[in-house]
Nanobody, 125 residues
Framework: QVQLVESGGGLVQPGASLRLSCAATGRTFSSYTKGWFRQAPGKEREFVAGINWSGIIIDYADSVKGRFTTSRDNAKNTVYLQMNSLKPEDTAVYYC??????????????????WGQGTQVTVSS
């Protein structure tokens, strides 16, 4: 069974950091583009970050540029999202996803083939 499992979410104060991990089981995703999305209550799911199979091509949403960093370890079948200087508006359920598409990481959620169950990130004082 193919699974993407996120971990690392939690409740933090503004300005704090969190590191999300997304581990894949059931198959290897070393050739897949990986993406991070988030969904806040009452809002649509939005793209956060994407990384191509080699880790060389990375893209971010404007709202997180300079604060978030994504990386991947293909040997561990795991992708990471380091989130620094967190703001209350970053509060959401964060999802990782895998796409068979190559090239520049797509920002379109329907172009991802596998999804994790999500992890809650809450930023509040």
């Amino acid at each position: 069974q193919v699974q993407l499992v996120e971990s690392g979410g939690g409740l933090v104060q503004p300005g704090a950091s969190l590191r999300l991990s997304c581990a894949a089981t059931g198959r290897t995703f070393s050739s897949y583009t990986k993406g991070w999305f988030r969904q806040a209550p009452g809002k649509e799911r939005e793209f956060v970050a994407g990384i191509n199979w080699s880790g060389i091509i990375i893209d971010y949403a404007d709202s997180v540029k300079g604060r978030f960093t994504t990386s991947r370890d293909n040997a561990k079948n795991t992708v990471y999202l380091q989130m620094n200087s967190l703001k209350p508006e970053d509060t959401a359920v964060y999802y990782c996803a895998a796409s068979r598409r190559t090239g520049w990481p797509t920002k379109v959620s329907r172009e991802y083939d596998y999804w994790g169950q999500g992890t809650q990130v809450t930023v509040s004082s």
